[in-house]
């Protein structure tokens, strides 16, 4: 159960409702009744890929971010401008904590500025 004031709260700001313990999954329910929640799945998934410190396991976890939402045939394919995906393409093969950081950044204000002023309204 989330109280009012957390409510309310998470329209003072974005970044407000996606730190929030419950915000995202909120978001994510009422994104994905707007049939647009790979942008938040995407968000989240990046999210965990930063906190992952086994490189064998950021090899795999990159590859499958790469394949479910960059590849050019990727069913959840985000929106992401080329001079990005290019570069993530190139880093895929051994891929840092931060391969996905311009792409998350790009997702986030595409989120902040376009789908979160609708949720506040719904």
């Not at 968000?43 to 396991?57: F, H, N």
């Not at 971010?65 to 959840?76: D, E, K, T």
């Not at 190139?90 to 790009?106: G, L, M, T």
Request: aromatic fraction near 12%; hydrophobic fraction near 35%.
């Amino acid at each position: 159960r989330v109280s009012l004031e957390k409510v309310l709260q998470w329209s003072q700001s974005f970044e407000d409702l996606v730190r929030s313990k419950y915000g995202p999954m909120f978001y994510k329910t009422y994104l994905k009744m707007e049939r647009s929640d790979e942008n938040t799945e995407f968000w989240l998934a990046c999210e965990a890929y930063t906190k992952i410190t086994s490189q064998g396991k950021r090899i795999s976890m990159a590859r499958e971010l790469f394949m479910s939402y960059i590849h050019p045939q990727a069913l959840n394919k985000i929106n992401t401008d080329s001079p990005t995906r290019k570069a993530i393409m190139r880093n895929i093969q051994e891929p840092v904590q931060s391969c996905f950081d311009a792409a998350q950044r790009i997702i986030y204000r595409h989120m902040e500025r376009d789908s979160y002023p609708q949720f506040l309204e719904s």
